[in-house]
């Protein structure tokens, strides 16, 4: 199944890893919340390192909106337990495991040499609530759009 990242759509239940290599599933990294998941384009995109970081920084405000953050890197769990020390928030940093998020539908462009990163704000359920995704890394997250989004509520199942 591929996911699409279009408000409405039901994400799928990935296959994920954590820093450890432990396997893991989005439904249970989400432990039945709504959830920010980020998609970085690798472990070491320095735009996507920021976008995590104004992640992390706004997670008061995310979790004041009934959300929580999740970031996969396609990278291995080596690289994923880096980024999260780097980091040093408890933001959750899982891995694809697979080397891409084709899973997620962020096929690998150009001859599989360009991996898109994106943002999804999930319900629960994993219904879209919103979603953004680009080959460019500045594009593929946009803080005052999911901002906007958490505040409209439509993640939260009251």
Not at 16 to 44: C, I, K, Q, S, Y
Not at 63 to 82: L, Q
Not at 148 to 154: C, F, H, K
Request: proline share 9%.
């Amino acid at each position: 199944m591929t996911a699409t990242f279009e408000p409405g759509a039901r994400f799928p239940d990935l296959e994920l890893r954590d820093g450890m290599g432990r396997p893991t599933r989005l439904a249970e990294a989400m432990g039945g919340e709504a959830a920010v998941v980020f998609f970085l384009r690798n472990a070491a995109c320095p735009v996507c390192r920021n976008h995590l970081k104004t992640l992390a920084k706004r997670q008061g405000d995310i979790t004041a909106n009934r959300a929580k953050v999740i970031s996969v890197v396609p990278d291995g769990p080596e690289e994923a337990r880096e980024l999260a020390m780097w980091l040093g928030l408890p933001v959750p940093v899982l891995t694809s495991g697979t080397g891409s998020h084709a899973e997620a539908g962020l096929e690998p462009l150009f001859w599989g040499k360009l991996q898109p990163s994106g943002t999804v704000l999930l319900a629960p359920s994993r219904e879209v609530v919103y979603g953004r995704q680009s080959a460019l890394p500045p594009l593929g997250f946009n803080e005052k759009e999911l901002m906007t989004a958490l505040a409209r509520g439509v993640h939260r199942p009251d």
